[in-house]
């Protein structure tokens, strides 16, 4: 299992160098200047020119390459062309809330489609195999900006009985910063009505960001289990007496959910990038709105971080998923050896 880990951890290292590259190569070569954008509309030639020194956007491209290498490897992504904050202090900063709102939908979208897929699978061409494929569709068709709005309308707006938008009620302050986390920084500081109050927070956001990825989740699921009731030793295990739910639950769904974990390390990357509209709509500082101001302002630097990060978590998260493929299912070690 150690070689297998060590594999798949330095067969992503490649990935991520490439990464590194392409994401500056892409970021000279889209239209607009960085610092005329900085500069201002009546910025002269020469303030214009004092920017682009300052900055280092007047070196030749390969020298500028080497300096961006030379920054990732150590940790320095520079000051920020818009604030003029260090990169490195903002990423740091806003990295936990998308974080935190990423993986809280991608287990609601797991504990959630993986029952229904199965329910799906076991009722096959029922009601219940008709009401969860209706479902997936949906998740699968509807905006997520649009739905965004509709539960803000309806649970905060009508109802009222969840927060609008953020992350914390501003009366109750916000407890002592250890992880970046509102949830488990409250249960650290001992509030738990802060933590309460952290759940309500993100549960429009989260549900919102979740339903895609539990629809894709749903049908893969449903999907496996087909196939696996259909494999030799499940017809042996029923012939021999086993109860349907004992299984479904024990011998069917292990065998089954290979394919589903897969896609799991797969839909965390389509969160993150989910993660841009549901957190403009909710006002939820994290990097999706940093993303998104630094592409307005043409802050290469920022959006060159962004990039690296959300790719360095999202190879991190691909690795685990494979960790736990290779635990449920001990013949994906073996098959890479």
Request: proline letters at 4%.
């Amino acid at each position: 299992m150690a070689r297998y880990i060590l594999r798949r951890v330095l067969l992503a290292l490649p990935a991520l160098f490439g990464l590194v590259i392409l994401t500056f190569v892409l970021s000279r070569v889209v239209p607009g200047d960085a610092a005329a954008t900085l500069a201002g509309d009546a910025a002269t030639p020469a303030q214009i020119a004092d920017i682009r020194a300052r900055y280092g956007l007047d070196r030749p491209i390969m020298e500028q390459a080497a300096i961006h290498v030379r920054q990732v490897l150590t940790g320095d992504f520079g000051r920020s062309i818009f604030s003029g904050r260090p990169v490195a202090e903002e990423i740091i900063q806003r990295l936990p809330a998308t974080l935190e709102l990423t993986f809280v939908a991608l287990f609601l979208a797991t504990v959630i489609g993986i029952p229904l897929g199965l329910l799906a699978a076991l009722d096959h061409n029922g009601p219940i195999d008709h009401l969860v494929r209706l479902l997936s569709v949906g998740g699968l068709a509807i905006a997520s900006f649009w739905l965004a709005i509709m539960l803000q309308l309806v649970f905060s707006m009508d109802l009222d009985v969840l927060p609008l938008r953020g992350r914390m009620d501003v009366a109750l302050g916000q407890p002592a910063r250890v992880t970046g986390s509102m949830l488990i920084d409250s249960l650290l500081a001992g509030r738990l009505d802060m933590f309460v109050d952290a759940c309500r927070h993100l549960v429009l956001p989260a549900v919102t960001l979740a339903l895609p990825g539990l629809a894709t989740i749903a049908r893969f699921t449903r999907s496996g289990v087909l196939e696996t009731l259909q494999k030799d030793f499940v017809l042996y295990a029923r012939a021999a007496g086993y109860g349907r739910v004992r299984l479904a639950a024990i011998y069917v769904l292990r065998n089954a959910v290979n394919v589903t974990v897969t896609q799991i390390g797969l839909l965390f990357g389509a969160l993150i990038s989910g993660a841009v509209a549901v957190e403009a709509v909710f006002d939820w500082p994290g990097l999706g709105t940093y993303a998104v101001q630094a592409i307005l302002s043409a802050d290469y630097k920022a959006l060159l971080a962004v990039t690296l990060v959300v790719g360095v978590v999202y190879a991190v998260v691909n690795v685990a998923v494979d960790v736990v493929q290779a635990l449920i299912d001990p013949r994906v070690a073996e098959e890479h050896r």
